[in-house]
């Protein structure tokens, strides 16, 4: 069993600068538990104890108990302490092994080939991939791990995707109560992860505290890259104000919308430059901004462009300023010429693009991050006839769109933009399993997995995790699927993960195992 006694070290930070001599020192380590109020610390008070004499001895006391209860009744005593609160299973699947894994008897995807392997084993020690041993040639003492001939992934990506707005109706994210919100996207989060996507760019909605939660082991979920509030214009895409609240004067308070961290209204280029830096601030790996009008929104046309250059150039040079990009919201040809100009780095949607715009985009090495907006079973639901009829749009150009995206040989990352839409979340791999209409399996899987993480990448020293992510190769994130399917012939199986993925490995951890 792990020390608790010795936790709390682990995770501390270098201590702050002690004050100058003579003056009260408050300087104290501060765990990463307790890091985010570090800088609302009052003088004088020691916000963080985590290293404390007195929280250590209670560790002890703790853990002397789990051996105690481990001794006399066996795991089953040990994990009945947290039944109650719900943690058992979780905890126990997802602890980090003693030793290294070899994962062997397999042929894999390694992200980037497109053409299955084999001949090799996998071995992963702390929360990496090690080495690629030839078969049966890995470390004695690891723990192995027979797959059985099956075939191994990287961990999938989706690069569009909404942590908190994915789980819950619009109306209920317009009215709910916060809490609520974010417990529905805990819950989502861990079923995420289950269907094989063990990282998400989330490009909008307040999914700070969810990531935090997350990376803590508080919760089962993906790696996330949060953007943070959209950043939108007055009657922009991010605009989900009533009509009754306007005009907006200088001392408005910010709307619900705004509160929680869903989008932001910025005019001008001081105005989005503020907003820019806040996400930044919140911990942003990459900004998003509304460049263009959209399906979801009540009041901007789909054909609208939004943002000047000059405003779209403040996100941009703030983003450039802590080493990371901008991405754009934006359907059409003028939209994206004018975000480009603005040096944004990646178009999300674009399926009104024309044949020299979309040109223009692989000619400046631009990402495209295009979901299969298809008007099929899988379509995000809208009541609205206005919203019905720009969805329809959208449709019909999802195909041109892919025709160009192969004849110029853009970057392309794999997305969904599942919003709004609880019971619509399962389709998230039938949706990458569409892209295997328009290119082979293994070229669609590569936009969810070794295209994907160069796109993540774009975020620099703002990425989040530090490591190489959606690539099977030593010294990459130890993110592994075991499959049972056939990868290089049909992506089917992604619409039944619960019985195809037999193995989810995130960091190193087991999040599932099923193998025999």
């Not at 990459?286 to 779209?312: C, F, W």
């Not at 969810?448 to 990459?476: F, N, Q």
């Amino acid at each position: 069993m792990r020390s608790l006694a010795g936790a709390p070290r682990t995770a501390m930070l270098p201590p702050r600068p002690e004050r100058s001599p003579g003056r009260q020192s408050w300087g104290r380590v501060m765990c990463m538990a307790c890091i985010d109020i570090s800088g609302l610390v009052t003088p004088g008070v020691d916000a963080c104890h985590c290293g404390s004499p007195t929280t250590v001895n209670a560790f002890r006391r703790i853990e002397a108990d789990l051996k105690r209860r481990e001794f006399l009744g066996g795991t089953a005593a040990v994990l009945g302490m947290f039944a109650g609160f719900g943690l058992a299973p979780h905890e126990t699947q997802a602890q980090t092994p003693p030793r290294p894994i070899l994962l062997t008897h397999l042929r894999f995807f390694d992200g980037s080939t497109l053409r299955m392997q084999e001949g090799r084993d996998i071995l992963v020690d702390g929360g990496r991939i090690q080495a690629l041993p030839a078969r049966g040639q890995g470390p004695q003492d690891a723990q192995t791990i027979d797959c059985g001939g099956r075939a191994v992934i990287p961990g999938l990506i989706d690069a569009h995707w909404h942590s908190t707005l994915v789980a819950v109706s619009q109306v209920a994210a317009l009215t709910q109560d916060p809490a609520f919100i974010h417990l529905m996207a805990g819950r989502e989060a861990g079923a995420t992860l289950r269907r094989g996507f063990t990282t998400v760019r989330d490009v909008g909605g307040p999914a700070f505290g969810l990531k935090q939660a997350i990376d803590v082991g508080a919760v089962e979920g993906p790696r996330i890259f949060p953007s943070g509030a959209m950043i939108s214009q007055t009657s922009g895409h991010g605009d989900f104000r009533l009509r009754s609240e306007l005009p907006r004067f200088p001392g408005t308070p910010p709307n619900a919308i705004e509160q929680q961290g869903v989008a932001l209204i910025a005019d001008g280029a001081d105005q989005v430059l503020r907003a820019a830096r806040e996400q930044l601030m919140k911990g942003a790996s990459q900004l998003k901004i509304m460049a263009g009008g959209g399906v979801s929104s009540p009041y901007d046309p789909i054909d609208t462009t939004q943002y000047t250059e000059r405003e779209m150039r403040a996100a941009v040079e703030a983003a450039e300023d802590w080493g990371t990009y901008v991405c754009a919201h934006v359907y059409t040809s003028q939209g994206i010429r004018r975000a480009i100009a603005a040096g944004v780095k990646c178009i999300e949607h674009g399926q009104l693009a024309d044949d020299a715009t979309v040109k223009l985009m692989a000619d400046q090495g631009v990402w495209w991050s295009i979901q299969p907006f298809l008007a099929d079973e899988d379509a995000n639901q809208y009541s609205d006839p206005r919203q019905q009829a720009k969805q329809r749009e959208v449709s019909e150009g999802t195909v041109r769109a892919f025709e160009l995206l192969r004849k110029h040989k853009l970057k392309l990352a794999f997305g969904t933009d599942i919003l709004f839409n609880p019971a619509g979340a399962v389709s998230q791999g039938r949706q990458l399993a569409k892209f295997a209409r328009y290119m082979s399996p293994l070229e669609a899987l590569h936009k969810a997995t070794g295209a994907a993480g160069e796109l993540l990448a774009l975020s620099g020293p703002r990425a989040p995790y530090d490591g190489p992510l959606g690539v099977i190769a030593p010294g990459a994130l130890a993110d592994l699927l075991v499959v049972d399917g056939e990868p290089d012939k049909s992506l089917n199986w992604l619409d039944t993960p619960d019985t195809s993925l037999r193995l989810i490995m995130k960091g190193g951890r087991l999040a599932k195992q099923t193998l025999a």
